[in-house]
T-cell receptor, first 109, second 115 residues
Framework: GQNIDQPTEMTATEGAIVQINCTYQTSGFNGLFWYQQHAGEAPTFLSYNVLDGLEEKGRFSSFLSRSKGYSYLLLKELQMKDSASYLCAVRGNTDKLIFGTGTRLQVFP | ETGVTQTPRHLVMGMTNKKSLKCEQHLGHNAMYWYKQSAKKPLELMFVYSLEERVENNSVPSRFSPECPNSSHLFLHLHTLQPEDSALYLC??????????????FGEGSRLTVL
């Protein structure tokens, strides 16, 4: 079967660093995506990894290890506006995106 | 503003009603999607259209009927729904089905409640 696992909820403090993990088991692999979704809003694209390693984009970085079926999203210098759900999604052999349940991050002052 | 607009944002309907959800994308994309988002569940892909042709029907009950009259518009027609169909229905578009990256652009969703 196909499965994407990520923690349901996380909390962190403003200014801190948080790492959201995602593990996956899919039929084939053609890339991993991270999306951010604020409550009541559309999911928005954050990052895309298809090769192993770290992709950095400002305060956000995403890492991929294909051999381990593992990715993480790293958020630095957390701000209150980073409170949202973070969705991990994998594109398998069929080009369909398979989503995890999402990680709800709450940032406290 | 993601370039994908969904209406209505909220819809309450009885099990015998017929209603439709509408999605419009202003990005010049060739592929459009319907997803269902329920609490504590992963996003579920329902339908995929590529160049106005349905290319994916993910075992969705026939009470959900999609329509794609052109590459900018997508509808989801609803008929005799069940209370368990209450969810957020998200429309998305992408440049094509399997281009490099293949990033999805989502609308803000239509929150459906079936009484």
């Amino acid at each position: 079967g196909q499965n994407i696992d990520q923690p349901t909820e996380m909390t962190a403090t403003e200014g801190a660093i948080v790492q959201i993990n995602c593990t996956y088991q899919t039929s084939g692999f053609n890339g991993l995506f991270w999306y951010q979704q604020h409550a009541g809003e559309a999911p928005t694209f954050l990052s895309y990894n298809v090769l192993d390693g770290l992709e950095e984009k400002g305060r956000f970085s995403s890492f991929l290890s294909r051999s381990k079926g593992y990715s993480y999203l790293l958020l630095k210098e957390l701000q209150m506006k980073d409170s949202a759900s973070y969705l991990c999604a994998v594109r398998g052999n069929t080009d369909k995106l398979i989503f995890g349940t999402g990680t709800r991050l709450q940032v406290f002052p | 503003e993601t370039g994908v607009t969904q209406t209505p944002r909220h819809l309450v309907m009885g099990m015998t009603n017929k209603k439709s959800l509408k999605c419009e994308q202003h990005l010049g994309h060739n592929a459009m999607y319907w997803y269902k988002q329920s609490a504590k569940k992963p996003l579920e892909l329902m339908f995929v259209y590529s160049l106005e042709e349905r290319v994916e029907n993910n075992s969705v009950p026939s009470r959900f009927s999609p329509e794609c009259p052109n590459s900018s518009h997508l509808f989801l027609h609803l008929h005799t729904l069940q209370p368990e169909d209450s969810a957020l229905y998200l429309c998305a578009s992408s440049q094509d089905r399997s281009g490099a990256g293949g990033e999805l652009f989502f609308g803000e969703g239509s929150r459906l409640t079936v009484l």
